[in-house]
């Protein structure tokens, strides 16, 4: 399941050096001019889930395999993109594509790095970024409805819900706010489906601030939390050039001397990582055996043969059964014997719905 989230934000506030921080198989250039990003990178990066090393303590398998999300480091956008200024239609396009999206802000002072905007100021970035995209969606929205309206007014009540929903879109995006703010559910979702508009995807902001606000924040970061609060998003403050200092050092021993010099506990990406795998609403199941302990990364919600699916389309087809065991049970009696004994390991058919955690063993047949 190859989930994005995109970085985003003004050019030189930190958006490469974080993808180089987060990603463990590519490495973006970062450097202090605009459009250093033009083509995308994209990383393939590896969930931290301790639950991976207390059952490969228990199972002593060959191998592990962490569940793994990617992150795409996106061009830098300026004002006017949605009209094509600077990389704007390209870096718009790469938006689309992405399923969520981390919004790099810059929380910190520093005259050596270029800055065409003005003073600092967080919500003043962020508005940037927010007005244009909500300006790329309201014209997507507008030649919908315009397609739309000549439908509804046949009276098809399917086609005049769609333009009522749309209306609902166009109305709020005149006002600037963002169309993930609206809800949109159920089958009012079919109007603006085939849209993938910019300001519905879930976002997460990532105050990049100063060394010494690593672990208090700052004004700058203060004020955009209090912002995110107000719409329902949450904020990870970091200082990307120190975990993308942390993050070439190969020894865990080192890592830990570098925390214990910042106070850290461990390092800011994980909590970046773990905050965007939330935000895609994925959860992990585990498939535990000598071969190996892997995570299997699946949408909340789904039920035990969506789950079996992501290892074999076959065991969707087939799916017969699944035999759980909850995550805190296996590390309590220590084994999948051990739990079946002591009634732990449980039967489940095809409407059960999956928990964040379960050791999961599917019987199917093709």
């Not at 250093?36 to 301790?50: A, K, L, M, S």
């Not at 309206?149 to 098809?156: F, I, L, N, S």
């Not at 976002?203 to 107000?230: C, F, M, P, Q, R």
């Not at 909340?300 to 065991?325: C, L, M, N, R």
Request: glycine letters at 6%.
């Amino acid at each position: 399941m190859a989930l994005q989230a995109g970085i985003v934000g003004l050019p030189n506030v930190g958006k490469s050096t974080l993808f180089n921080a987060v990603s463990n198989s590519a490495k973006a250039q970062a450097s202090n001019y605009r459009f250093c990003t033009i083509e995308p990178n994209v990383g393939q990066v590896d969930v931290p889930d301790y639950r991976m090393g207390k059952l490969a303590e228990i199972v002593m398998p060959n191998r592990t395999l962490p569940a793994t999300i990617e992150f795409v480091d996106i061009a830098g956008l300026v004002k006017g993109a949605s009209k094509g200024e600077g990389l704007g239609n390209k870096f718009l396009a790469n938006i689309r594509e992405v399923d969520a999206i981390v919004h790099v802000i810059r929380c910190f002072d520093d005259d050596n790095i270029l800055r065409e905007e003005g003073e600092i100021n967080p919500i003043g970035d962020k508005e940037i970024i927010d007005t244009e995209l909500q300006l790329k969606d309201l014209d997507s929205v507008e030649k919908k409805i315009q397609r739309v309206e000549k439908m509804a007014k046949t009276g098809d009540p399917k086609f005049k819900r769609q333009f009522e929903v749309l209306q609902s879109c166009r109305n709020h995006l005149f006002e600037g706010k963002n169309i993930r703010a609206l809800q949109i559910e159920g089958e009012d979702r079919e109007a603006i489906a085939d849209l993938f508009l910019l300001t519905e995807k879930p976002v997460l902001y990532v105050a990049n601030v100063d060394e010494a606000a690593i672990l208090t924040g700052n004004k700058y970061s203060d004020v955009l939390v209090k912002a995110a609060h107000e719409e329902g998003a949450q904020v990870i403050v970091m200082n990307n050039n120190i975990e993308a200092q942390i993050s070439e050092l190969e020894t865990l021993e080192d890592k830990e001397l570098f925390f214990a010099e910042y106070g850290l506990t461990e390092p800011g990406l994980n909590r970046l990582i773990r905050s965007t795998y939330t935000l895609l609403n994925l959860i992990t199941y585990f498939t535990a055996g000598v071969q190996e302990v892997r995570a299997w990364t699946i949408h909340k919600g789904w039920k035990a043969p969506q789950a079996a699916s992501v290892i074999h389309t076959d065991f969707e087809k087939g799916f017969i059964k699944a035999e759980v065991i909850a995550y805190n049970d296996y590390v309590q009696y220590k084994s999948e014997a051990a739990c079946r004994e002591n009634g732990k390991l449980r039967i489940e058919g095809k409407e059960y719905v999956v928990n964040d955690g379960d050791v999961m063993h599917f019987r199917f047949n093709v």
